[in-house]
């Protein structure tokens, strides 16, 4: 039996109430503002992987994503009829496509961004700036770390138990 003052087990309990919260009707229009009825938090984040690590392929994008190829184009034609995402031929590879993020694309991260930025500041709002920059580089150094889970083996994980 798990203690229940586990550190990891707060976590997960924290991190499954955030899912909760971020899947909430309100706060996906909220975030996603005017583009809420056309766009899944899953088109944003592979919009945000595109702009961040891009130009890219698709097939990259898959495999980042976890997905075969073929899971990956109907996502990725939907983020080009909303002309967010184009795409230009790889110099290194005529046969190749590279996708790429347009302005508009850009725009529409910008205002998620701006949004969420400004419902987590609301949110700590009277924190102080020393326990805002903690929870800040505390979720950026799990984030970073749960990136890395999922090529660890199943033995590893159950050797160091919470």
Known sequence: MHDPDSPALRVQEAFTHLMRWAQRGDVRRFLLGAAAPALSTNDITL???????????????????????????????????????????????KRAALLTVTE???????????????LFGQAMQGWSAS?????????????????????RSDRNVRRHPA
Do not use: Y
């Not at 991260?109 to 969420?116: A, F, P, R, S, Y």
């Open 47 to 93: 919009l945000r992987t595109v702009a961040t690590h891009g130009p890219m392929r698709a097939s990259e994008l898959a495999a980042w994503q976890g997905v075969d190829k073929s899971t990956i184009t109907p996502q990725v034609r939907r983020l080009e009829e909303r002309r967010l995402v184009a795409r230009a031929n790889d110099p290194g590879d």
């Open 104 to 118: 508009a694309g850009r725009r529409q991260l910008q205002g998620v961004d701006e949004q969420g930025a400004h």
């Open 131 to 151: 326990d805002r920059a903690a929870v800040a580089a505390l979720m950026q150094r799990l984030a970073d770390g749960l990136a890395d889970v999922p090529d």
